[in-house]
């Protein structure tokens, strides 16, 4: 299995600050990542995609970046509703989820 | 619109046995791979396997290969999760959830379901 680990796994921010979170594979994985969004009680919903490509109806704020190894989810200016849990995911083989990142309010 | 309704939650005791469904609408049931995701409380996802419903081609994790059967009726736009015998460390919530259009066998999920709470206690 590909092993994808998160960092960090929670961090406090305060609204309108840029927030960066990073997801390194334990191999490469040529761009087969997915960036999902869960807040409680909720099902995920994906965010981006082939590690950089937005999906339709996500807030441009949300970008992301990476190759090789290493991928990062940047919310360029956090909004109230953005405090939520964050997971990457890998599908370049049996895809497996980062731990997640939970994002809450400073 | 693409929609996936899961069944209702449920409880369980161990040695027993369950099967939850996941009901597509809104898209051509047989052409998209549809899996499931296992979330124990208070933790991360897991990708358990996944099922084409056209042909039931179907993959596991190598985590849960053995543990639990993924299938699909395709004449009522639905996929399953079940288990033969039920373990308390079975208790999580478990969703349902689509690949995009896209030839790919692994791939991520645009959609998901609401999720089905299955508690495994004596």
């Known amino acids: 299995d590909i092993q994808m680990t998160q960092s960090p796994s929670s961090l406090s921010a305060s609204v309108g600050d840029r927030v960066t979170i990073t997801c390194r594979a334990s191999?490469?994985?040529?761009?087969?990542l997915a960036w999902y969004q869960q807040k409680p009680g909720k099902a995920p919903k994906l965010l981006l995609y082939?590690?950089?490509r937005l999906e339709s109806g996500v807030p441009s704020r949300f970008s992301g970046s990476g190759s090789g190894t290493d991928y990062t989810l940047t919310i360029s200016s956090l909004q109230p509703e953005d405090f939520a849990t964050y997971y990457c995911?890998?599908?370049?083989?049996?895809?497996?989820f980062g731990q997640g990142t939970k994002v809450e309010i400073k | 619109e693409v929609q996936l309704v899961q069944s209702g939650a449920e409880v369980k005791k161990p040695g027993e046995s369950l099967k939850i469904s996941c009901k597509g609408s809104?898209?051509?049931?047989?052409?998209?791979?549809i899996g499931w995701v296992r979330q124990m409380p208070g933790k991360g996802l897991e990708w358990m396997g996944i099922?084409?419903?056209?042909?039931?081609?179907?993959r596991y994790s190598p985590s849960f290969q053995g543990q639990v059967t993924i299938s699909a009726d395709k004449s009522i736009s639905t996929a399953y999760l079940q288990w033969s015998s039920l373990k308390a460390s079975d208790t999580a919530m478990y969703y349902c959830?689509?690949?995009?259009?896209?030839?790919?066998?692994?791939?991520?999920?645009?959609?998901w379901g609401q999720g089905t709470l299955v508690t495994v206690s004596s």
């Open positions: 959830a689509r690949h995009p259009a896209t030839v790919t066998t692994f791939d991520y999920f645009d959609y």
């Open positions: 809104g898209y051509s049931f047989t052409s998209y791979w």
């Open positions: 099922i084409y419903p056209g042909d039931s081609d179907t």
């Open positions: 191999q490469g994985i040529s761009n087969s």
């Open positions: 082939a590690a950089s």
């Open positions: 995911q890998q599908y370049y083989s049996t895809p497996t």
